[in-house]
């Protein structure tokens, strides 16, 4: 087992191990990606605050994330199809995060279901939900989200139409998905993952199969997938939403100020500052550049957080001065690798 010290070391591991196809739905972004590399660019660009001459003797990244206690300002994001990077993905990540004391979301898109990862772990996780254009099929999942005991719901509002990846299309993960002489290949030269994947009992959505008239395979589903996406989701869902599902809510894919501002009017309990991991709006702001408006503007009534830094090194976070219970607190982002979660640093330890 190689030492690990960072994230880029996990990135090399998966690189190495998982198909090539499936490693980069997890690492690329939208079109030209330039949004993905602002992300990574404008975090690495911030220097922490040095002090020197103050007791650190009793240092802590303990905080609340809706009002648990966890034991750093971090949570696991959601991540689609989770479990072909390796089987039971959702699972083993769930248990991960229970065991260190951070949140873990479990994706709509998952290859585990809710009651897979409810049956596997025995404790709270949060749920992120798509609102579809099927609103009975969306109205199930939260109820079945209900029924597993999830803790909060996080409804993604960035996907009402799904952003062109180049690199999926060039590696056949289209809908349908398209085997190449060259994925093939790729998938005999990783045998460890692809014997792990192929006898796994869970190998297709995990939240759809058995639910969706006709799905019988992954194809059949991704290809329903592509026509539920909805683009005519609004504000009024969101009201829909909290209204059926009656627990903590939160907004993911806020990065404009006038959507931050309607945000914190909704009755949600926080924000995801949030560009989906450059892999939406490509030409997008950083999520770290838009943070510093958003949480002066509305920190005041609402928890904001962020995501969009797995590439880097550090996240920074602050308790707000004049809201002391409210915060900005990091957010791994869409990544397989979105599993082992690193320190975001904190000032309250200053």
């Given at each position: ?46 220097g ?9 003797d009793r ?41 260190f ?12 279901s ?12 949060w749920?992120?939900l ?37 690199r ?5 993960l ?25 006898t ?6 995990g ?25 005519t ?10 209204r ?33 991991g ?37 996240a920074?976070s602050?308790r ?31």
């Open positions: 087992m190689p030492v690990v010290t960072n994230i880029d070391d996990l990135r090399e591991m998966a690189r190495k191990r998982v198909a090539r196809a499936i490693f980069e739905y997890v690492d690329c972004g939208a079109y030209t990606e330039c949004t993905l590399r602002a992300n990574r660019a404008d975090i690495e660009g911030i922490l605050r040095q002090r020197v001459g103050i007791d650190v240092r802590s990244t303990k905080t609340t994330l809706l009002g648990r206690e966890v034991t750093m300002p971090v949570a696991l994001a959601p991540v689609g199809l989770l479990g072909l990077n390796w089987a039971n993905g959702e699972i083993l990540a769930a248990r991960a995060a229970h065991q004391g951070v949140p873990f979301t479990l994706s709509t898109m998952s290859i585990c809710i009651e897979d990862v409810a049956e596997g772990t025995g404790k709270p996780f749920f992120q798509y609102v579809m254009r099927d609103r009975g099929f969306a109205a199930s999942l939260i109820e079945r989200a209900k029924a597993a005991k999830c803790s909060a719901l996080v409804l993604t509002l960035d996907l009402q139409i799904q952003g062109q990846r180049h999926d299309l060039k590696n056949g289209a809908v349908p998905p398209r085997l190449t002489w060259g994925t093939a290949l790729d998938i005999l030269r990783k045998p460890a993952w692809a014997l792990n994947v192929m796994s009992k869970r190998k297709t959505f939240n759809l199969a058995g639910r969706i008239p006709d799905a019988k395979s992954l194809t059949t589903l991704s290809q329903w997938i592509a026509g539920q996406f909805d683009p989701l609004s504000w009024k869902d969101v009201e829909w939403v909290k059926h599902w009656g627990g903590p809510l939160v907004l993911k894919g806020i990065l404009d100020l006038e959507d931050a501002r309607i945000a914190a009017q909704s009755g949600a309990d926080a924000i995801v500052v949030s560009n989906h450059g892999r939406q709006l490509d030409g997008a702001v950083s999520s770290i550049r838009a943070l510093p408006e958003i949480a002066d503007a509305v920190g005041d009534r609402i928890d904001v957080w962020f995501d969009g830094a797995s590439a880097a090194d550090r920074c602050r707000s001065r004049s809201a002391p219970r409210r915060r900005w607190s990091a957010a791994l982002s869409s990544t397989a690798w979105a599993r082992w979660a690193r320190p975001a640093c904190c000032r309250r330890c200053r």
